[in-house]
């Protein structure tokens, strides 16, 4: 069997791709050798070979040539030819070359009407033409009748084949198409994940530095070690930014350093870190920040302390750029399936706060996780950011 296939599979596909009036042509000319046998070499009782005859031979298979852009009147023109052939004796032929050639044709391209009737009249028009010939035996009866048969069947059988190869290079086109918007979706969260995490950490770092650049010229010459204190605190920001940066560059490169040599994704920040992000700002800056925790505080998914990390640190360098406050208020809120992060400063709020950037970015960042962001003016004045991010444990098992 796979030798069989060795040679097969070549052929069928070099006859897929040729030019069809080519194959249908030669598939003409062999119908019409194959009927003109019977007539070259009768045998003996049998009609003798006519003008006639030979014409109405070739009138069964010279319309093949346009059978698969003309299946009807191709299927029609060959019935006209094969019931002149029997009505007139020229002889009919043993074998409906071209009749079996046309029911395969019709069962294979035609509409259902047009493959049922020519079915049905192939069949009703082989029992009438053997009914009325000389000496038909029974086995002719089964003979035609079966032939016909399986010509219309293997005509089905390749019907159904090529509508299930159409729907599969349908369903794989489909699939490749759904992959491709899937990836680009992936690239464009992807890409949107790293300009919220770069403008999170460029934006606090750079904030930071500010206000510390903008001490030291003060204190300089009236009290250098404040100034130094203001460098150093520079100095350390910088740094952090860039461990930072290095980080959240180095996820671009985490899926090829993976499959090369198994790297491990360094660690995201989380809640734990908010303690040393509060003592940050609060030694780089006048600002006095506070944290509160209510409830018992528990692990979430990754990307959720990730996101009410990014959060605060956002919330904090808003005050510090534009609030022009002298103190904070950082409160954790710990319900049973939902944590709430609420940032309270004294100041005037940032301008444009309902469009920035970065308190764009809280949102989305709070929506891939199932949360929500609100900022605006606090109820007793100042600036206030709110982030509920969720907490249950269904939820959390989910996303992990």
């Given at each position: 069997?796979?030798?069989?296939?060795?040679?097969?599979?070549?052929?069928?596909?070099?006859?897929?791709?040729?030019?069809?009036?080519?194959?249908?042509?030669?598939?003409?000319?062999?119908?019409?050798?194959?009927?003109?046998?019977?007539?070259?070499?009768?045998?003996?009782?049998?009609?003798?070979?006519?003008?006639?005859?030979?014409?109405?031979?070739?009138?069964?298979?010279?319309?093949?040539?346009?059978?698969?852009?003309?299946?009807?009147?191709?299927?029609?023109?060959?019935?006209?030819?094969?019931?002149?052939?029997?009505?007139?004796?020229?002889?009919?032929?043993?074998?409906?070359?071209?009749?079996?050639?046309?029911?395969?044709?019709?069962?294979?391209?035609?509409?259902?009407?047009?493959?049922?009737?020519?079915?049905?009249?192939?069949?009703?028009?082989?029992?009438?033409?053997?009914?009325?010939?000389?000496?038909?035996?029974?086995?002719?009866?089964?003979?035609?009748?079966?032939?016909?048969?399986?010509?219309?069947?293997?005509?089905?059988?390749a019907r159904v084949q090529r509508a299930y190869t159409a729907a599969v290079e349908d369903r794989a086109r489909r699939l490749e198409r759904e992959r491709a918007a899937e990836t680009a979706r992936a690239i464009?969260q992807e890409r949107s994940r790293i300009a919220r995490d770069m403008h999170d950490i460029l934006a606090h770092a750079v904030s930071l530095m500010v206000v510390q650049a903008e001490a030291g010229p003060v204190?300089?010459?009236?009290?250098?070690?404040?100034?130094?204190?203001?460098?150093?605190?520079?100095?350390?920001?910088?740094?952090?930014?860039?461990?930072?940066?290095?980080?959240?560059?180095?996820?671009?490169?985490?899926?090829?350093?993976?499959?090369?040599?198994?790297?491990?994704?360094?660690?995201?920040?989380?809640?734990?870190?908010?303690?040393?992000?509060?003592?940050?700002?609060?030694?780089?800056?006048?600002?006095?920040?506070?944290?509160?925790?209510?409830?018992?505080?528990?692990?979430?998914?990754?990307?959720?302390?990730?996101?009410?990390?990014?959060?605060?640190?956002?919330?904090?360098?808003?005050?510090?750029?534009?609030?022009?406050?002298?103190?904070?208020?950082?409160?954790?809120?710990?319900?049973?399936?939902?944590?709430?992060?609420?940032?309270?400063?004294?100041?005037?709020?940032?301008?444009?706060?309902?469009?920035?950037?970065?308190?764009?970015?809280?949102?989305?960042?709070?929506?891939?996780?199932?949360?929500?962001?609100?900022?605006?003016?606090?109820?007793?004045?100042?600036?206030?950011?709110?982030?509920?991010?969720?907490?249950?444990?269904?939820?959390?098992?989910?996303?992990?």
């Amino acid at each position: 069997m796979p030798a069989a296939r060795s040679w097969y599979a070549p052929v069928v596909a070099r006859l897929r791709t040729t030019n069809p009036y080519v194959v249908d042509s030669a598939l003409a000319v062999l119908v019409l050798f194959a009927a003109s046998l019977q007539w070259m070499f009768p045998d003996e009782g049998d009609d003798p070979l006519s003008l006639a005859g030979w014409l109405l031979g070739a009138a069964t298979a010279v319309p093949l040539v346009w059978r698969r852009r003309f299946p009807y009147s191709c299927a029609v023109a060959v019935s006209a030819a094969t019931t002149a052939m029997a009505y007139y004796h020229a002889p009919p032929p043993d074998v409906l070359y071209g009749g079996l050639v046309v029911l395969y044709t019709m069962a294979a391209q035609a509409l259902p009407w047009q493959r049922r009737s020519m079915l049905a009249g192939w069949l009703l028009g082989a029992v009438l033409t053997m009914q009325h010939k000389e000496h038909s035996e029974p086995f002719e009866y089964a003979f035609h009748i079966t032939g016909m048969i399986c010509a219309y069947g293997l005509g089905v059988l390749a019907r159904v084949q090529r509508a299930y190869t159409a729907a599969v290079e349908d369903r794989a086109r489909r699939l490749e198409r759904e992959r491709a918007a899937e990836t680009a979706r992936a690239i464009a969260q992807e890409r949107s994940r790293i300009a919220r995490d770069m403008h999170d950490i460029l934006a606090h770092a750079v904030s930071l530095m500010v206000v510390q650049a903008e001490a030291g010229p003060v204190v300089v010459r009236s009290d250098p070690e404040r100034a130094e204190a203001a460098f150093d605190a520079i100095a350390a920001s910088g740094r952090d930014a860039m461990t930072q940066l290095r980080r959240i560059l180095g996820v671009l490169k985490e899926k090829e350093e993976e499959r090369r040599g198994g790297a491990v994704r360094p660690p995201q920040p989380d809640l734990a870190g908010l303690a040393g992000l509060i003592a940050q700002v609060a030694a780089s800056t006048r600002l006095r920040v506070e944290l509160s925790v209510r409830g018992r505080p528990r692990p979430l998914h990754p990307d959720t302390e990730v996101a009410a990390y990014r959060a605060v640190q956002e919330a904090l360098t808003n005050t510090v750029k534009h609030a022009y406050a002298s103190c904070a208020q950082v409160e954790l809120d710990w319900a049973e399936d939902e944590l709430t992060l609420t940032v309270t400063d004294d100041g005037a709020g940032p301008a444009g706060s309902a469009g920035g950037h970065g308190l764009i970015g809280l949102r989305e960042r709070a929506a891939a996780c199932g949360g929500s962001a609100q900022a605006g003016p606090g109820p007793e004045g100042g600036f206030r950011v709110v982030v509920r991010l969720p907490a249950g444990a269904d939820r959390e098992a989910a996303l992990g």
